[in-house]
């Protein structure tokens, strides 16, 4: 009775055919056809029990094998070139192509098997951290228009405002103080931009009733720029500021 021989499960012909070349040290591109053909029958006779529609495949490659030994017995080919023709050449090719695509699916079960160890951790940041919203370099926002031909525009409508003041009847009646929320502008200067799309600057700050719609006005324009609702440009160095809706 003979002892039973567990024998190394291989994935396909190619995957023994690489186990043969690799345990002979033999160069991929210079395989001893005779040597391996005989290394590779011995394995199949060993295999003769196994299932036939597995053994088939290597069934396959060892007609295969057997060709090849064949024609290296036989004179050289040469091609349309005049070039001698390698036997073993389609061979090589496919076990090359085979071994390449075997590491990678070495890596890339590596790369399955350290994403095992990766945890997730949701974000826990600190109120104060979630909270902060970096600063605006209005300078940056506005590009090549500064902020300084903004006031500029924005002082020489005060200054009218100022003109329209009746300096005799100002001196009679109460004066109560005017209240005129940000809020209000914000959306007066939005609307007014989606309407309009492009208008000038210092048209909008003219059809303000007072000095406190002007302020407030100038600063939803600028909360507004900065929100990146509006665009500011100039048209020319002395050219008059146009605003343009996002």
């Known amino acids: 009775m003979g002892i039973p021989v567990k024998l190394q499960v291989f994935e396909g012909p190619l995957d023994l055919l690489l186990h043969l070349i690799d345990k002979n040290k033999i160069d991929i591109y210079d395989i001893p056809i005779v040597e391996i053909t005989h290394q590779y029958m011995t394995y199949i006779k060993a295999m003769q029990k196994e299932d036939m529609n597995v053994m088939s495949e290597f069934l396959v490659m060892a007609a295969t094998l057997l060709n090849i030994k064949c024609r290296m017995l036989l004179p050289k080919e040469t091609n349309e070139e005049g070039l001698e023709e390698d036997p073993r050449q389609e061979l090589v090719d496919q076990l090359i192509q085979y071994k390449i695509y075997k590491y990678m699916a070495?890596?890339?079960?590596?790369?399955?098997?350290?994403?095992?160890?990766?945890?997730?951790?949701?974000?826990?940041?600190?109120?104060?951290?979630?909270?902060?919203?970096?600063?605006?370099?209005?300078?940056?926002?506005?590009?090549?228009?500064?902020?300084?031909?903004?006031?500029?525009?924005?002082?020489?409508?005060?200054?009218?405002?100022?003109?329209?003041?009746?300096?005799?009847?100002?001196?009679?009646?109460?004066?109560?103080?005017?209240?005129?929320?940000?809020?209000?502008?914000?959306?007066?200067?939005?609307?007014?931009?989606?309407?309009?799309?492009?208008?000038?600057?210092?048209?909008?700050?003219?059809?303000?009733?007072?000095?406190?719609?002007?302020?407030?006005?100038?600063?939803?324009?600028?909360?507004?720029?900065?929100?990146?609702?509006?665009?500011?440009?100039?048209?020319?160095?002395?050219?008059?500021i146009v605003i343009q809706a996002v």
């Open 106 to 240: 070495y890596e890339l079960k590596d790369r399955q098997i350290e994403g095992d160890f990766v945890l997730y951790k949701s974000p826990s940041l600190p109120e104060e951290v979630e909270a902060y919203t970096q600063p605006v370099d209005m300078d940056a926002l506005l590009g090549e228009l500064t902020l300084t031909r903004l006031q500029e525009i924005f002082a020489d409508v005060m200054k009218r405002q100022e003109s329209k003041i009746d300096p005799v009847r100002s001196q009679f009646g109460r004066i109560e103080k005017e209240l005129v929320p940000l809020s209000e502008k914000l959306f007066y200067v939005e609307e007014y931009a989606k309407k309009h799309k492009r208008f000038s600057f210092r048209k909008l700050l003219e059809k303000q009733k007072g000095k406190m719609h002007l302020v407030v006005t100038f600063l939803a324009i600028l909360e507004l720029m900065k929100t990146g609702v509006i665009q500011v440009e100039q048209e020319g160095n002395h050219g008059d």
